[in-house]
């Protein structure tokens, strides 16, 4: 057993998991309490009268060569969130430890420590530095409780990369002490080299992967997390026993082979292009006091009036995000890159705002 899972709950060690029906493809199945026909027009490959094998090799093997990695390095669940919710409870003791987050940044990493009842420590992004991760501050809020430091790379709502060797640095400094998890759902437009090529560098790295982002598989819900084989072995123990559905899995199979990868390439290169259109057009436009930086496939802008943008988006048929609820974020509103026309008539809208306002004196 790797050191860093002397952080984990005593109690999820020593967990017995769920026993789950064998898995035998080669026999017919009268073991699974299950019924023994399919219900009219099923057209799955499996039957959705038949649970799923849980943990499906096929599927995980897929996962490992799409991410680079070893099937052993491999848990699938529904989307990243599960994979976030999966460390927080096999780690995370319910009135005693803490998780530690960089805010402004994804609201799920503090719903689940929440959930579970740990405590969440903020270690605020630097604004002044574009967000950038503020490493010593982490490192000084570690105390013996804290087990888990989530950094979102490129970070969501900022949109922003994280600087590779400050996360490096947190994993070696946090090295038996801390796992260091580092959620990539939007590492494929950033195209930079993903962290779980650091695996076997960092026992205490973890990396979250999501297919609802780049391979518009959002509706299918599945990800992947990329983990030394002990931390993915640890949280099999708690995952939902057949957590992920028949129809996720033929779907994933399906639509990230070589033809649909291409496709996804191809969406990928389309929404950089417009995100590169989007971006000095925002900085121009007077309703926007600023638009950071993107390494994503969305734009945080700050708004001279943020009401105005968003229902001048409505307007126009569009909705927008509206992050304003952090205290962080008081102004500001996310734009997801969209279709050559749904950015443009966002332009058109957000453009006319100051005409209106002109008009009006």
């Known amino acids: 057993m790797i050191r860093i899972l002397e952080r984990a709950r005593p109690d999820i060690l020593t967990l017995r998991p769920y026993e789950h029906a064998a898995w035998e493809p080669s026999l017919e199945r009268m073991h699974a309490n299950e019924m023994p026909w399919r219900a009219t027009e099923d057209a799955t490959h499996a039957g959705l009268n038949r649970y799923p094998e849980p943990q499906p090799e096929e599927l995980i093997q897929h996962l490992a060569e799409l991410y680079g990695v070893e099937p052993r390095n491999v848990l699938a669940g529904r989307g990243s969130d599960e994979g976030i919710d999966l460390l927080v409870r096999a780690f995370c003791r319910a009135g005693r430890d803490s998780v530690v987050i960089c805010p402004p940044t994804f609201g799920m990493y503090k719903v689940s420590a929440r959930i579970q009842g740990a405590d969440v420590i903020e270690v605020p992004l630097l604004k002044e530095r574009g967000y950038a991760l503020d490493v010593e501050r982490v490192l000084a809020a570690w105390n013996e409780n804290v087990k888990i430091v989530f950094v979102c790379s490129p970070n969501n709502p900022t949109g922003n990369l994280m600087d590779r060797r400050a996360i490096e640095t947190l994993c070696e400094r946090l090295a038996n002490k801390a796992v260091v998890v580092v959620d990539e759902a939007y590492v494929e437009f950033a195209k930079v080299e993903s962290f779980a090529q650091s695996l076997a560098r960092f026992e205490n790295l973890v990396v979250l992967r999501t297919l609802s982002k780049a ?39 399906t639509f990230t082979n070589a033809t649909h990868r291409a496709e996804a ?51 126009a048929g569009l909705i927008i995000r509206d992050p304003r609820s952090n205290p962080l974020l008081a102004s500001c509103l996310r734009i997801s890159v969209g279709t050559a026309e749904q950015n443009t008539r966002l332009l058109q809208a957000i453009g006319a705002i100051a005409t209106l306002a002109g008009d009006a004196a």
């Not at 391979?215 to 057949?242: F, K, N, Q, S, W």
């Not at 926007?288 to 943020?306: E, G, K, M, Q, T």
């Open 215 to 253: 391979y518009a598989l959002a509706g299918a819900r599945c990800g992947a997390l990329l983990a030394h084989e002990d931390i993915v072995e640890l949280l099999a123990r708690v995952i939902t026993p057949y957590a992920l559905p028949t129809q996720t899995i033929e779907s994933v199979l």
């Open 265 to 315: 390439d191809k969406r990928i290169a389309d929404i950089l292009e417009q995100r590169e259109r989007l971006l000095p057009e925002l900085t121009r436009a007077p309703a926007i006091r600023r638009a950071w930086p993107s390494d994503s496939n969305f734009i945080l802008v700050d708004c001279v009036d943020a009401d105005a943008v968003f229902k001048a988006a409505v307007g």
